[in-house]
């Protein structure tokens, strides 16, 4: 339900009108003490208020509304050309402000929007509570979730470190839950999973009709994890162009949204991940080293599972638990096997080769033969294969041969080769169109 705030009555009734025409429903309130007496927290998705009327303003009152409900999405609005008045409401904490005379169309669109941001708040932050348990008691283990959980009181950004697989977002999850911001939204956005021309909008957010496609507004991730915690998995993969952009953002708390010529103010801790070494790739020039310097503040580094195999019964337990449809348990022998497995692909692996036992068996008890074959990873680049490039070859010719033969490896995905190769997918992918490669 929509609190509309304004002490002329007449657009009170307009507003009434139309917003429920447009299948919303409205209170009305003729002033800010007015509006103070009625406002419940358990009814009241979205409040729009004026900001000059009798007995209380709306800046006033915005600041009271806040502090009952921090997370209250509050759409002040302003007389025509006030935009310092519209700033300082932006910096109190309103979500959003409507310039006088607004149109029918404006004030549905500006109430719809906002009543978006205050559902996905929501969503998230009953999905963010639920802190899903880190399974396992061995001492790398210990020791990393005891410097977790010393971080996670702290509002400063975190820099989670790990193979694929190892369990960052759970890290992130628990830093989350663990924090101030825990009843905020916990936002988790895959840097490498968006194509790159697409990856600025997405973060950000955009105006409708921005650019080609872009038919409705879009808050954006930054923006729907205000209030809460922004986890920037594979943050390695940025673009620089975004890279920049992500910089600012981080030093002014403000975000530039496509289409817009107004930045919108966010207040939110941002984590980030990643399996790649980021002093690498600033030493290669694929990634800014102030930007790390800005997300590096605390550093996480998670254990691979082979310095962990003592974590491997009880996870593997846990696993078997959930898929399987009765009491499946594993042999002594199949204990052993799988400790002295590597496991490159880390808890993931172990969790897809549980589900695979769970599938198969056919007892109450998985034997150590009835364990697939582990697999094996082809590692980098052998002598043998070096041997048959010709001396003389340019160095442009080898660095293509390279980029080809880890295609081949993995056959074709541009992802996986990336992986292989230590640079962002992104990069991987202009040198493949650079020599006319193929790659999926």
């Known amino acids: 339900?929509?609190?509309?705030?304004?002490?002329?009555?007449?657009?009170?009734?307009?507003?009434?009108?139309?917003?429920?025409?447009?299948?919303?429903?409205?209170?009305?309130?003729?002033?800010?003490?007015?509006a103070l007496e009625r406002f419940d927290p358990t009814r009241h998705e979205l409040v729009i208020t004026d900001l000059q009327m009798p007995r209380m303003g709306g800046m006033e009152l915005l600041e009271a509304l806040l502090r009952l409900q921090p997370a209250l999405p509050v759409l002040v609005v302003t007389a025509y050309g006030s935009v310092d008045n519209a700033v300082g409401a932006m910096k109190a904490g309103a979500w959003h402000f409507l310039e006088k005379p607004f149109s029918r169309d404006q004030l549905i669109l500006s109430a719809k929007r906002a009543l978006e941001t205050a559902r996905l708040r929501r969503d998230n932050a009953r999905l963010s509570t639920v802190e899903r348990p880190i399974l396992g008691d061995s001492e790398p283990l210990k020791r990393t979730l005891a410097l977790v959980d010393r971080v996670a009181q702290a509002n400063a950004p975190v820099l989670i470190l790990g193979e694929s697989g190892t369990g960052k977002e759970l890290i992130a999850r628990r830093i989350h839950a663990r924090s101030r911001r825990a009843q905020g939204p916990f936002v988790a956005v895959s840097c490498a999973a968006i194509p790159a021309e697409l990856l600025e909008a997405e973060l950000?957010?955009?105006?409708?009709?921005?650019?080609?496609?872009?038919?409705?507004?879009?808050?954006?991730?930054?923006?729907?994890?205000?209030?809460?915690?922004?986890?920037?998995?594979?943050?390695?993969?940025?673009p620089l162009p975004v890279q920049a952009k992500l910089l600012r953002v981080l030093q002014e708390g403000q975000v530039p949204v496509l289409g817009s010529d107004r930045e919108q103010p966010v207040d939110l801790r941002v984590l980030?991940?990643?399996?790649?070494?980021?002093?690498?790739?600033?030493?290669?020039?694929?990634?800014?080293?102030?930007?790390?310097?800005?997300?590096?503040?605390?550093?996480?580094?998670?254990?691979?599972?082979?310095?962990?195999?003592?974590d491997i019964p009880v996870l593997a337990q846990?696993?078997?638990d959930s898929f399987a449809s009765h009491r499946l348990t594993l042999s002594p022998g199949a204990i052993r096997a799988l400790k002295a497995r590597r496991f490159p692909g880390n808890v993931r692996e172990l969790r897809n080769l549980c589900e695979r036992l769970a599938i198969l068996a056919t007892g109450q008890q998985v034997q150590e033969e009835e364990l697939p074959p582990e697999r094996r990873t082809p590692g980098p680049t052998s002598q043998s294969w070096l041997e048959h490039i010709p001396a003389g070859t340019s160095l442009i010719d080898i660095e293509a041969e390279v980029i080809r033969h880890f295609l081949e490896q993995a056959d074709g995905n541009v992802s996986q080769a990336a992986r292989a190769l230590s640079v962002p997918r992104h990069i991987l992918a202009y040198r493949i169109e650079k020599y006319g490669l193929e790659g999926d």
Not at 272 to 278: G, N, P, V
Not at 283 to 303: H, I, K, N, Q
């Open 204 to 238: 950000f957010g955009h105006q409708a009709g921005a650019f080609t496609g872009a038919r409705e507004a879009r808050l954006g991730r930054f923006r729907a994890a205000d209030g809460g915690t922004l986890l920037l998995d594979e943050v390695g993969e940025l």
């Open 272 to 310: 980030a991940a990643t399996h790649q070494d980021l002093d690498a790739l600033v030493a290669a020039g694929s990634f800014r080293e102030d930007l790390l310097f800005r997300l590096d503040v605390v550093r996480v580094e998670l254990p691979p599972l082979r310095e962990r195999p003592d």
């Open 318 to 320: 846990a696993f078997l």
């Open 1 to 34: 339900m929509i609190l509309f705030v304004d002490d002329d009555p007449t657009l009170r009734d307009i507003a009434q009108h139309n917003l429920s025409k447009a299948g919303l429903q409205v209170e009305l309130a003729a002033d800010g003490v007015e």
